[in-house]
């Protein structure tokens, strides 16, 4: 007799014994009147139906009944899959996690073509992706835990052909890249290029997206860490500058990229420094968790680090500071002409990419202290924001000169202050070669000597990679592929950068540039924020104006910065007094100072810049 006839005989005589109130975990005290008519409702169903039928009923009363059932079921069908599904059900809702495991461990091998199966592999799936950790989340994530290793594997890589969004596809096989690092080797580098590749025909307006993020925050990583992994220079060169300028996007994003994220959501309140640290940045397509990224910068730079060793680069043992990393590359660029082609190319990537990253990194972390509000909401009295201006207080002082001197020596005087005052723009570079003095209040920036340093470390770094041709070349290159010409807050350092190299007339260029880019964020004129730029430039201008000589230009800038002024509220007792000043030794001229973006600052400031304008048009 054939296992079928067996298993059907066996069924029919179930069948009968159900009849009479007796079977399996069944008391022989069973109604013949309830055996009769459960035996004609299951008369219509065969043989595998009627057994899980029979123990689904018996769920709810007696589950040792209802596994009796279907352990003597699965023992009669081996090779049915209904049943086995049945009792994977039952433990699985009992949340017994290692008799779960071992029954979808049966499943999966037994009846891999089953969609039921699938559907319950995508579940699991889904629960090790999620950030949730409800009990269920976590009990699914135990079940999985209890597969053997080798089938989790195979799981996870079936159940990434079965994904067609792509998202969730690198999800997924990014699930099986951390957890199986031998397969990194197979699957590393298709999953980074397949990332990238969304990236471009999903046409992603900024590199702060859900494909760039996976790709340089957690496939990268993976891949370029892995001796086993074997790439060419040029695809490291790649990777290191989508890493780049995916980090630098990120540190940068300025309040009202947030806002257009978080939408509707936003409140005013929400907006100011202390509600918004708080805040959770989201990028379409990842969870809350996802988006976040802990050190950024130091990310990158471990990123540049393991990089540069994969492709020879002179690196030093332990760890450097960016200013020892910047001098590194002043030393390098000495030899550049003594290598061969190979060689030179590959050290003008390493000089290239180690001084941009110390540039971006310094002129950020100058322009986040001198103006916080682009990167953390409107103003508080706790955050002012700081504007670099011509040193005017002395410039007023030396006209203050003795009234009994000659009209005509006084007349001299002028004439010298004005040539002492005039740009250096005529003369090739000279604003560059000379170093001159920042004049700032400690009280209204705290970290001062950070922040100045910072600003030091950005212009060296700019002046390097502008002092060759290979080098000016290729930084060009880069920028003009990151579109770095309409980052606000770059262009704000850059403006700081020309106005301290005296150049003036290329800062007055560049403070209409920055007007223009600022007329490009609209949003910023709901926060308050374009207001604050727009007085920004006015005063930059008329300080500009001022050191050229063109005293008319600087005053019709002044009156055009009063109609935004308010006059301030004088305290009661003592008049507020400017601190006193150790006279410099630098050459007249040739002093800054970052005053505070306030009325109360700026409108004596202007009152200085005014009557040195009437002093020295009306002498000269």
């Not at 060419?232 to 990229?257: C, D």
């Not at 950024?296 to 200013?323: H, T």
């Not at 990393?325 to 061969?340: A, G, P, S, V």
């Not at 604050?532 to 000589?549: D, K, P, S, W, Y």
Request: proline letters at 4%; a neutral charge.
């Amino acid at each position: 007799m054939e296992p079928a006839s067996g298993g059907d005989g066996a069924a029919l005589d179930m069948r009968s014994r159900l009849s009479t109130g007796s079977g399996p975990g069944v008391g022989g005290s069973g109604s013949e009147s309830k055996g009769l008519a459960c035996s004609s409702v299951m008369s219509s169903l065969g043989d595998c139906e009627f057994l899980v039928q029979r123990a689904r009923e018996l769920v709810q009363q007696d589950l040792w009944a209802a596994k009796a059932w279907l352990i003597t079921a699965r023992s009669l069908y081996p090779a049915d899959f209904n049943i086995q599904y049945e009792m994977y059900i039952i433990e699985r809702n009992a949340e017994r996690t290692a008799s779960a495991g071992r029954l979808l461990y049966d499943m999966f091998v037994n009846f891999p073509d089953q969609p039921v199966v699938w559907r319950e592999i995508s579940v699991i799936t889904s629960a090790l992706r999620n950030d949730s950790q409800d009990k269920q989340t976590q009990f699914l994530r135990g079940l999985f835990e209890t597969l053997p290793g080798r089938v989790q594997c195979e799981m996870l890589l079936k159940a990434t052909e079965q994904c067609f969004n792509t998202l969730e596809r690198a999800e997924m096989l990014l699930l099986l890249l951390r957890r199986f690092p031998e397969t990194v080797v197979q699957h590393g580098v298709g999953l980074g290029e397949t990332l990238l590749e969304a990236e471009n025909i999903d046409e992603q307006e900024s590199p702060v997206n859900c494909f760039r993020k996976l790709f340089v925050c957690d496939v990268l990583p993976l891949i370029i860490n892995n001796p086993d992994v074997r790439l060419p220079a040029s695809l490291l060169y790649k990777y290191l500058n989508k890493a780049a300028e995916f980090y630098i996007n990120y540190v940068t994003r300025s309040t009202q990229t947030e806002n257009q994220h978080q939408g509707a959501q936003d409140t005013p309140d929400l907006m100011s420094p202390s509600k918004r640290s708080s805040q959770k940045y989201v990028i379409d397509g990842l969870t809350e968790k996802s988006s976040q990224i802990v050190d950024p910068w130091e990310r990158l730079f471990k990123i540049l680090s393991v990089i540069g060793m994969r492709c020879e680069w002179q690196m030093d043992k332990g760890r450097r500071n960016l200013g020892d990393i910047l001098h590194r590359m002043k030393d390098l660029c000495r030899y550049m002409n003594n290598f061969d082609t190979e060689t030179h190319t590959k050290y003008k990537n390493q000089i290239v990419y180690s001084t941009m990253l110390v540039f971006f990194k310094n002129a950020y972390q100058y322009v986040s202290s001198i103006q916080p509000s682009l990167f953390q909401g409107p103003n508080t009295p706790s955050q002012v924001p700081l504007v670099l201006l011509e040193d005017v207080s002395n410039v007023y002082g030396d006209v203050e000169i003795d009234r009994n001197k000659h009209i005509h020596k006084k007349r001299k005087l002028a004439e010298g202050r004005e040539k002492t005052m005039q740009s250096s723009d005529d003369e090739e570079c000279s604003g560059k070669g000379r170093s001159r003095h920042i004049v700032v209040n400690k009280a209204e920036l705290v970290n001062s000597v950070e922040v100045l340093e910072s600003f030091k470390l950005a212009r060296d770094s700019w002046e390097l990679l502008y002092s060759l041709d290979f080098l000016d070349k290729e930084f060009t290159r880069i920028c003009l592929a990151w579109k770095t010409d309409t980052w606000l807050w770059l262009r704000i350092f850059l403006t700081d950068m020309i106005i301290y190299q005296g150049q003036y007339k290329k800062a007055i260029a560049s403070l209409h540039h920055l007007a223009a880019l600022q007329g490009s964020h609209p949003q910023q004129q709901i926060t308050g924020q374009g207001t604050l730029e727009h007085q920004r430039a006015l005063i930059q201008l008329a300080t500009c104006h001022f050191a050229l000589g063109e005293y008319r230009l600087t005053c019709e800038k002044i009156l055009d910065l009063m109609c935004y002024m308010v006059l301030p509220i004088q305290d009661g007792g003592k008049p507020h007094e400017e601190p006193s000043k150790v006279k410099s030794k630098f050459r007249k001229g040739s002093d800054l100072k970052l005053l505070p973006c306030t009325n109360k600052a700026i409108m004596p400031y202007c009152l200085h810049l005014m009557l040195a304008c009437f002093k020295f048009g009306g002498e000269s």
